[in-house]
């Protein structure tokens, strides 16, 4: 990764992103979808206030229940998200990411989507780093 680049917030959950799970997920960066964006597993989500990327869940949904209170339901408002035209996002990918260029949308993404089979490269990335010195 560039340098003055932190790390991404990337799904790992297909669906709709939801006001309720992106909520809570606030205080961990700053979000490209909105809630009632598709997302899907690999997608990169948002920018994590961290170094380091972060799997999360947009998609969760809010388990419903016969019980209501008025602090459960509260209103729940979130901070509009950062929309990237297509030079944002060039100059914003990382090595390991690529750019998605539909007519409605321009999204980022992991090369592999599945968590695990990146976490794998990822280590083997490492050990041919390590091995080449």
Known sequence: MSSGRKGVLVSMADGKAT?????????RGTFF???GDDVYAGMVAGENNKDQDMEVNP??????TNVRSVQSDEKMVLPPPRQMTLEEAIGYVASDELI??????????KQVLDAGQRK???KRAAAAEAAGN
């Open 19 to 27: 006001t309720y799970a992106m909520y809570d997920l606030v205080q």
């Open 33 to 35: 979808v909105s809630p």
């Open 59 to 64: 998609a969760r949904e809010k388990h419903l």
């Open 100 to 109: 998605e260029v539909t007519p409605n949308a321009v999204r980022l993404r």
């Open 120 to 122: 794998l490269a990822a």
